[in-house]
C-alpha cells in the first residue's frame, strides 16, 4: 500500500505471468518474490534475464541466507531481501536501483 503511493505498481501473480508482464509493461524495476506458483522467480529471474540484463530485480523471500537466496543471486537477482523486512530498508534498496 505505502508504495503504491509512490510508484506505479503492476502485481503479477506466478512466475509466468511476471514474465508476460515484464516483456507488457517494460518496468524500471522488478520486486520478485521467491516462492510464486506456476514457475518460482528464480526461474522467472533466469528467463528474464535472458531478455534483459539491464532491469533491476530484487528478490523478495524469507529465505536470504540459506541455498534460495544464494539461488536468487546467481539467476540474476541484483540484491536480496529477507522477510519481514523494514519498509525504509525495501524503500532505501528500490530507490538505489531506479
Not at 50 to 74: K, V
Not at 80 to 96: F, G, H, M, R
Request: hydrophobic content about 45%.
Amino acid at each position: 500500500a505505502m508504495l503504491g503511493k509512490m510508484y506505479k505498481l503492476v502485481h503479477a501473480h506466478d512466475g509466468m505471468e511476471a514474465i508476460i508482464f515484464y516483456e507488457q509493461y517494460k518496468p524500471d524495476l522488478i520486486l520478485m518474490d521467491i516462492k510464486m506458483p506456476v514457475m518460482n522467480g528464480i526461474q522467472a529471474t533466469a528467463k528474464i534475464r535472458a531478455i534483459s540484463q539491464e532491469i533491476p530485480i530484487i528478490a523478495i523471500t524469507a529465505y536470504a541466507f540459506c541455498p534460495e537466496g544464494e539461488r536468487a543471486l546467481e539467476a540474476g537477482c541484483n540484491e536480496v531481501i529477507a522477510k519481514p523486512y523494514p519498509l525504509e530498508k525495501l524503500k532505501e534498496t528500490i530507490e538505489t536501483y531506479l
